[in-house]
């Protein structure tokens, strides 16, 4: 039996573009009584896409809005069909694209789990195996007997996936599932969508979470203006990464780091001035910086009149989730405080991040340590002196891929050593 589960072949989908006039009132009646005459024109939401998807693959689907991934997913569940080309499927297909849809408000939770199911070619019995489970993972409960118009979206959406992630289908389609709902529902949806992986299921997922794409899928399709711009591994995600985000647009793959030149009188606050930033030490590699080496990201500043002022560094991933706060705050040395030159150097520790794109904010503030209490109305507010955004983007390169052709998932990445105890094999005997 061949492993391939699915062949799109050179699909196009094009949608017209409708645009009227406005009318006053006397054209507005008249209209009434004459043909319509519409005025239009078409895009291509897809053109010439192509892919195979294979037993077992779970494939990211990334682009911009409107690159056409909902699209591809909508023609690929059978709700839209597509202009030109061919799609054949070698195996079962379902799909959770706008949450809901196949409900009929009308029906009960309990009748709608039966109703979409059979949409999707499933029989009665098949559904009676799985229904316990379905509901406990809806976690809908007592309300499974209530008509679905009266859910909440929370409610809509937690069927919704249920429904298929216990139906045993070959290929799950999946638009931005991933990302939607509340913590407690992310989690759940993301260890069920681990567990289809690991059966051997065959996954098609769009999402805008490049970090849960980069940790669940084998391979990563970029769509541009619908088309296939990119395929391959997880270096699609930074690519298009690289092309998006501001703070990494000038930063190609061989580049180490880039930095702004934000030198100058803090605004509004002329005795103090910036004079330089960026990296002090570091180890280049092929494709960025090494891991293995620690990374000393430094600010020099100068102050001419006495006030007391704490640095803060706010490291992000390329997804612009917060990593960490470095700070001086709990410096050993000199504070800055008196008139002078300052040198202020973070030092970042070897075998922390991981390969992947990374930005820095600085802020300059004043009474840092009340930053980062509660509940503590008596200490005087800080006060953010000067914030500059995304001042330092850094490439940070894998050295295990450059040598072991590998590297593990994750956006840290801490050197653990691993001890392996071997006592004695155990015979059949024992």
């Given at each position: 039996?061949?492993?391939?589960?699915?062949?799109?072949?050179?699909?196009?989908?094009?949608?017209?573009?409708?645009?009227?006039?406005?009318?006053?009132?006397?054209?507005?009646?008249?209209?009434?009584?004459?043909?319509?005459?519409?005025?239009?024109?078409?895009?291509?939401?897809?053109?010439?896409?192509?892919?195979?998807?294979?037993?077992?693959?779970?494939?990211?689907?990334?682009?911009?809005?409107?690159?056409?991934?909902?699209?591809?997913?909508?023609?690929?569940?059978?709700?839209?069909?597509?202009?030109?080309?061919?799609?054949?499927?070698?195996?079962?297909?379902?799909?959770?694209?706008?949450?809901?849809?196949?409900?009929?408000?009308e029906l009960t939770g309990r009748e709608n789990i039966?109703?979409?199911?059979?949409?999707?070619?499933?029989?009665?019995?098949?559904?009676?195996?799985?229904?316990?489970?379905?509901?406990?993972?809806?976690?809908?409960?007592?309300?499974?007997?209530?008509?679905?118009?009266?859910?909440?979206?929370?409610?809509?959406?937690?069927?919704?996936?249920?429904?298929?992630?216990?139906?045993?289908?070959?290929?799950?389609?999946?638009?931005?599932?991933?990302?939607?709902?509340?913590?407690?529902?992310?989690?759940?949806?993301?260890?069920?969508?681990?567990?289809?992986?690991?059966?051997?299921?065959?996954?098609?997922?769009?999402?805008?979470?490049?970090?849960?794409?980069?940790?669940?899928?084998?391979?990563?399709?970029?769509?541009?203006?619908?088309?296939?711009?990119?395929?391959?591994?997880?270096?699609?995600?930074?690519?298009?990464?690289?092309?998006t985000l501001p703070q990494f647009q000038n930063l190609?793959?061989?580049?180490?780091?880039?930095?702004?030149?934000?030198?100058?009188?803090?605004?509004?606050?002329?005795?103090?001035?910036?004079?330089?930033?960026?990296?002090?030490?570091?180890?280049?590699?092929?494709?960025?910086?090494?891991?293995?080496?620690?990374?000393?990201?430094?600010?020099?500043?100068?102050?001419?009149?006495?006030?007391?002022?704490?640095?803060?560094?706010?490291?992000?991933?390329?997804?612009?989730?917060?990593?960490?706060?470095?700070?001086?705050?709990?410096?050993?040395?000199?504070?800055?405080?008196?008139?002078?030159?300052?040198?202020?150097?973070?030092?970042?520790?070897?075998?922390?991040?991981?390969?992947?794109?990374?930005?820095?904010?600085?802020?300059?503030?004043?009474?840092?340590?009340?930053?980062?209490?509660?509940?503590?109305?008596?200490?005087?507010?800080?006060?953010?002196?000067?914030?500059?955004?995304?001042?330092?983007?850094?490439?940070?390169?894998?050295?295990?891929?450059?040598?072991?052709?590998?590297?593990?998932?994750?956006?840290?990445?801490?050197?653990?050593?691993?001890?392996?105890?071997?006592?004695?094999?155990?015979?059949?005997?024992?």
């Amino acid at each position: 039996m061949s492993d391939v589960l699915l062949e799109i072949k050179d699909i196009s989908k094009k949608f017209d573009l409708h645009h009227k006039h406005s009318m006053g009132i006397k054209e507005s009646i008249a209209s009434l009584f004459q043909p319509k005459q519409v005025s239009g024109d078409s895009f291509y939401a897809l053109r010439h896409i192509s892919l195979t998807v294979t037993r077992g693959e779970a494939l990211g689907i990334i682009g911009k809005n409107g690159a056409g991934k909902s699209t591809l997913l909508r023609i690929l569940s059978g709700i839209l069909q597509p202009d030109e080309g061919e799609i054949n499927f070698y195996g079962k297909a379902v799909s959770i694209l706008d949450i809901g849809a196949g409900f009929h408000h009308e029906l009960t939770g309990r009748e709608n789990i039966y109703f979409s199911a059979a949409l999707y070619g499933f029989t009665e019995r098949e559904v009676r195996l799985q229904f316990e489970n379905i509901v406990a993972f809806s976690g809908i409960g007592k309300f499974i007997d209530e008509p679905v118009k009266n859910y909440s979206s929370g409610m809509y959406l937690r069927l919704a996936f249920a429904i298929i992630a216990f139906l045993d289908a070959d290929i799950y389609l999946l638009d931005e599932v991933i990302s939607v709902g509340d913590a407690d529902f992310q989690s759940r949806c993301k260890t069920k969508t681990e567990e289809l992986i690991a059966r051997g299921k065959t996954l098609i997922i769009a999402s805008h979470n490049m970090n849960e794409l980069s940790l669940l899928c084998h391979r990563i399709v970029l769509l541009e203006n619908g088309s296939i711009a990119e395929s391959g591994g997880s270096d699609v995600i930074k690519k298009y990464i690289a092309r998006t985000l501001p703070q990494f647009q000038n930063l190609s793959a061989a580049d180490v780091y880039q930095i702004k030149n934000i030198a100058g009188s803090v605004p509004g606050r002329e005795h103090i001035v910036i004079l330089n930033a960026g990296l002090s030490d570091f180890s280049p590699i092929n494709s960025g910086i090494s891991n293995r080496q620690p990374i000393v990201v430094f600010i020099e500043l100068e102050l001419y009149r006495e006030q007391k002022i704490e640095l803060a560094l706010r490291f992000f991933d390329q997804t612009n989730n917060l990593l960490f706060v470095a700070t001086t705050f709990n410096s050993a040395q000199q504070s800055i405080y008196l008139t002078g030159k300052y040198h202020i150097a973070f030092e970042i520790p070897a075998h922390l991040l991981n390969s992947g794109l990374y930005s820095v904010d600085l802020l300059l503030v004043e009474n840092l340590k009340s930053l980062f209490e509660k509940g503590n109305s008596a200490t005087p507010k800080h006060i953010t002196l000067h914030r500059v955004e995304k001042f330092l983007s850094i490439n940070i390169a894998d050295e295990d891929m450059l040598e072991y052709g590998f590297s593990t998932p994750g956006v840290i990445k801490p050197h653990v050593e691993s001890r392996i105890l071997f006592s004695h094999t155990i015979n059949s005997s024992e």
